[in-house]
């Protein structure tokens, strides 16, 4: 299955990562949708999503996606939340969701760092794609693509779009 990953777009998700999303069998959203109540409907209007609240995220969002989800994918164990932390600084109730469920894969936001790597001590990948929207400090707008085949990630594309795109 050919998945894009977002997280963080603060009610922004324009043309750019809309392209780039374009060929994907599947959107992730790792939380902070942001916008308004109808916002998730720009996103979930372009491909199926499977998504999670943030903590920015108010009622309307909480009301259709969970704090967290854990689920199989192409052979391969997911455990989705916003707040993570990152390998050997996990945030304690993510930390927990990883001992109790043993995901191959985890996938958080919030920190609006694009990171992905190998967590030996849990014997997963740890991804998260940075942030889409403009709200936050960093500078580089990121996304992420990938395929799963057969329990193994494949395949792994970094969007990058300039925060203040230079006229």
């Given at each position: 299955?050919y998945?894009?990953?977002?997280?963080?777009?603060?009610?922004?998700?324009?043309?750019?990562?809309?392209?780039?999303?374009?060929?994907v069998?599947?959107i992730?959203?790792?939380?902070?949708?942001?916008?308004?109540?109808?916002?998730?409907?720009?996103?979930?209007?372009?491909k199926?999503?499977?998504?999670?609240?943030?903590?920015?995220?108010?009622?309307?969002?909480?009301?259709?996606?969970?704090?967290?989800?854990f689920?199989?994918?192409?052979?391969?164990?997911?455990?989705?939340?916003?707040?993570g932390?990152?390998?050997?600084?996990?945030?304690?109730?993510?930390?927990?969701?990883?001992?109790?469920?043993?995901?191959?894969?985890?996938v958080?936001?919030?920190?609006?760092?694009?990171?992905?790597?190998?967590?030996?001590?849990?014997?997963m990948?740890?991804?998260?794609?940075?942030?889409?929207?403009?709200?936050?400090?960093?500078?580089?707008?990121?996304?992420?693509?990938?395929?799963?085949?057969s329990?193994?990630?494949k395949?792994?594309?970094?969007?990058?779009?300039?925060k203040?795109?230079?006229?």
């Amino acid at each position: 299955m050919y998945i894009g990953l977002l997280s963080d777009t603060h009610g922004v998700f324009d043309s750019e990562f809309r392209d780039f999303l374009e060929p994907v069998d599947q959107i992730w959203h790792a939380g902070d949708w942001g916008g308004d109540a109808d916002f998730p409907s720009l996103i979930t209007s372009v491909k199926p999503v499977v998504g999670v609240y943030g903590n920015c995220d108010g009622n309307p969002v909480r009301l259709d996606y969970p704090a967290y989800q854990f689920f199989e994918c192409e052979g391969m164990s997911v455990l989705m939340t916003h707040i993570g932390g990152s390998p050997g600084h996990y945030d304690p109730r993510a930390r927990a969701l990883i001992e109790s469920l043993r995901p191959q894969l985890f996938v958080c936001g919030h920190s609006h760092i694009l990171k992905v790597v190998a967590d030996s001590r849990y014997d997963m990948m740890y991804v998260n794609p940075g942030a889409a929207g403009f709200q936050g400090w960093h500078l580089i707008r990121t996304a992420l693509r990938f395929r799963i085949e057969s329990g193994r990630l494949k395949d792994m594309e970094v969007f990058e779009l300039e925060k203040f795109a230079k006229k």
